[in-house]
């Protein structure tokens, strides 16, 4: 009897796991209505589309300000027969050409706004949670972007780049062209990193205070112990 009575409890206890089949500490999903998630989604979409103007003068202004900077210190370079002003309008025209390849690949994502959402179908509910998702995680894009403006490593890299350049116009050149392309090299750096749009992080903080979460619920959690003559089962709500 008392085997019987132990293999029972076993028997038991590995049905419950198996019925159950929860994971201890799975994450918790959200459970919005269609309302929150529509009510969401326009607000993200509104911000999104409200950011993209001066994305897009910021992202297109220094395009074309390092486009044309690089095409006349390219053509002063051609044109110049001082070795001295060649070697500086080479390396500034090096320099723009740099920072028009890190403008065109690499822009900032809030020039589309709201568009690449557009597409997305919302005729069911696992699609309305989708485009949910993707305007969630576009707005934290913009945000994380907008933030690098404060981050030390790229004002770092901005003014490596043009010491390197002043080296090498100190090298070949005059010593005072160098220094004068160093401090003015590092200024419009400056001025092109801290113009950014940052407008993303405000939007993000919004809609956080705007639609907090509801409390999540702890998973049903289950964990054996030993009992006499057998195990047990011990569930946390």
Not at 85 to 93: D, F, L, N, P, R
Not at 132 to 161: C, F, M, P, Y
Not at 204 to 227: G, K, M, N, Q, V
């Given at each position: 009897m008392y085997i019987l009575k132990t293999c029972i409890q076993q028997l038991v206890a590995l049905l419950v796991l198996a019925i159950l089949a929860i994971p201890a500490g799975a994450d918790p999903q959200r459970h919005l209505s269609e309302?929150?998630?529509?009510?969401?989604?326009?607000?993200?979409?509104?911000?999104?589309?409200?950011?993209?103007?001066?994305?897009?003068?910021?992202?297109y202004g220094w395009s074309g300000f390092y486009a044309a900077n690089m095409a006349a210190q390219g053509y002063m370079a051609f044109k110049s027969n001082d070795g001295d002003h060649e070697a500086k309008y080479a390396v500034g025209a090096v320099k723009s050409a740099v920072a028009l390849a890190l403008m065109l690949f690499r822009p900032l994502p809030a020039?589309?706004?709201?568009?690449?959402?557009?597409?997305m179908p919302t005729g069911t509910l696992a699609q309305k949670e989708a485009?949910?998702?993707?305007?969630?995680?576009?707005?934290?894009?913009?945000?994380?972007?907008a933030g690098e403006r404060?981050?030390?490593?790229?004002?770092?890299?901005?003014?490596?780049?043009?010491?390197?350049?002043?080296?090498?116009i100190a090298a070949i050149g005059d010593v005072k062209d160098a220094v004068v392309s160093n401090v003015?090299?590092?200024a419009i750096s400056q001025v092109?990193?801290?113009?950014?749009?940052?407008?993303?992080?405000?939007?993000?903080?919004?809609?956080?205070?705007?639609?907090?979460?509801?409390?999540?619920?702890?998973p049903l959690a289950w964990e054996l112990t030993?009992?006499?003559g057998g195990l047990g089962v011990t569930f946390r709500f």
């Amino acid at each position: 009897m008392y085997i019987l009575k132990t293999c029972i409890q076993q028997l038991v206890a590995l049905l419950v796991l198996a019925i159950l089949a929860i994971p201890a500490g799975a994450d918790p999903q959200r459970h919005l209505s269609e309302e929150d998630m529509a009510r969401r989604l326009a607000f993200i979409e509104e911000r999104l589309n409200a950011g993209r103007t001066s994305a897009r003068y910021w992202q297109y202004g220094w395009s074309g300000f390092y486009a044309a900077n690089m095409a006349a210190q390219g053509y002063m370079a051609f044109k110049s027969n001082d070795g001295d002003h060649e070697a500086k309008y080479a390396v500034g025209a090096v320099k723009s050409a740099v920072a028009l390849a890190l403008m065109l690949f690499r822009p900032l994502p809030a020039t589309e706004g709201a568009a690449p959402l557009e597409d997305m179908p919302t005729g069911t509910l696992a699609q309305k949670e989708a485009r949910l998702k993707a305007a969630e995680d576009l707005l934290q894009t913009n945000a994380a972007r907008a933030g690098e403006r404060r981050s030390w490593s790229r004002h770092l890299t901005a003014i490596g780049v043009h010491f390197i350049g002043s080296t090498t116009i100190a090298a070949i050149g005059d010593v005072k062209d160098a220094v004068v392309s160093n401090v003015s090299g590092i200024a419009i750096s400056q001025v092109h990193i801290w113009s950014q749009p940052h407008r993303a992080i405000d939007d993000l903080a919004a809609y956080e205070r705007a639609f907090p979460d509801p409390p999540s619920h702890e998973p049903l959690a289950w964990e054996l112990t030993p009992i006499q003559g057998g195990l047990g089962v011990t569930f946390r709500f």
